[in-house]
């Protein structure tokens, strides 16, 4: 047995993973999730906005575009989300953005590559990038949740990296309990494109954590169609 193979079977027997969602034991190929919980992730596979892929109840026999996408088109391309932001997910991502439990990004980018190849096929990117944190932010923080996924990404899409292409220059409030218009007033200007040379003529795959309104990824976009991208496309784990 190769030693790449032993080392993670004497890592489980030291200290053995336990499921994020329930607490019990968690399958290797699993990772930190128990098949039961990973089962009851709410995957996002029909019945959606075929431009921001916000999901829909009910049934909903041919393609639309929700009302918000109708009334206001947004500025990417297409975005798509793996999972509702439900459950036990919503309480992984909790403790992947706020709780420095960064050892969940294994468990994320494979839901993140899924979607992807389920969407679109990797020739149709050129670079993946992701969603800046504000300095202080990121300093308080120590990381950058995005950045870590979409590194995961870009490796298991084998397609580059382009890192700090966009970069954010104003503090924002927090969106949680914001409209979708304030949301839109909130984030306005807070991010401008850097390396331009780079970004111009390319099709851009942006990645984050959870989209809800989309405000935020809408106006990165927008910086980046500014800045030359000739598309942009949006995927993130998790869609509120």
């Not at 921001?52 to 009302?67: I, L, R, W």
């Not at 494979?110 to 190849?117: D, E, N, R, T």
């Not at 979409?150 to 990296?161: K, N, Q, T, Y």
Request: hydrophobic letters at 45%.
């Amino acid at each position: 047995m190769e030693l790449a193979a032993v080392i993670p079977t004497v890592l489980d027997l030291v200290f053995p993973r336990e499921c994020v969602g329930c607490g019990a034991p968690a399958g290797r190929d699993a990772r930190h999730f128990c098949w039961n919980c990973l089962a009851q992730l709410e995957f996002i596979t029909d019945r959606f906005c075929s431009l921001c892929g916000d999901p829909v109840d009910g049934m909903v026999e041919n393609v639309f575009t929700c009302a918000a996408c109708h009334d206001r088109k947004p500025h990417f391309d297409m975005a798509r989300s793996a999972a509702r932001y439900r459950g036990h997910l919503r309480e992984a991502l909790h403790a992947f953005k706020y709780g420095h439990d960064t050892h969940l990004g294994v468990d994320f980018v494979p839901l993140l590559a899924g979607c992807v190849k389920a969407t679109w096929t990797e020739s149709v990117f050129d670079a993946v990038t992701y969603v800046p944190l504000y300095p202080r932010k990121e300093r308080e923080r120590t990381y950058n949740q995005a950045a870590l996924l979409a590194s995961g990404l870009a490796g298991a899409l084998d397609v580059p990296l382009l890192g700090d292409c966009l970069r954010r220059v104003r503090a924002t409030a927090t969106q949680t309990n914001l409209s979708a218009a304030q949301r839109r007033k909130n984030i306005h200007g807070a991010f401008v494109a850097e390396k331009e040379r780079w970004i111009e003529g390319r099709a851009l795959l942006l990645v984050d954590d959870v989209m809800t309104t989309g405000a935020t990824v809408d106006e990165c976009a927008k910086v980046l169609k500014k800045a030359g991208a000739s598309k942009v496309f949006v995927v993130t784990v998790a869609r509120g």
